[in-house]
Nanobody, 121 residues
């Protein structure tokens, strides 16, 4: 069974740091773009950062300069390094990946189960 498992969330004080990880497992032919989204209570899920297979990254304006997305293609894993965290970063963070399970299959979007990040003193 193909799945994404994200982890690394927790409770951190303002100004602190966390590192999220998301690993893909199962019979996967290829992984293209990978990304992190977040959803705060009562709000829509929004894109935080994305990274291509070649390593080109884009960020939401709200996290530029504080968050860094990276990936290890051999490990089928994407990371989100979060620094200088603010209370408004509090949300459930979800990883997302465009994956094909065979050479004849088009890529589909897969989601992790989500990991809670709470920034509070």
């Amino acid at each position: 069974q193909v799945q994404l498992v994200d982890s690394g969330g927790g409770l951190v004080q303002p100004g602190g740091s966390l590192r999220l990880s998301c690993a893909a497992s199962g019979r996967i032919f290829s992984i293209n773009d990978m990304a992190w989204y977040r959803q705060a209570p009562g709000k829509e899920r929004v894109l935080v950062a994305a990274i291509t297979r070649g390593g080109s990254a884009t960020y939401a304006n709200s996290v530029k300069g504080r968050f860094t997305i990276s990936r290890d293609n051999a490990k089928k894993t994407v990371y989100l390094e979060m620094n200088s965290l603010k209370p408004e970063d509090t949300a459930v963070y979800y990883c997302n990946a465009a994956m094909a399970l065979s050479p004849l299959q088009r890529e589909s979007a897969y989601w992790g189960q989500g990991t809670q990040v709470t920034v509070s003193s």
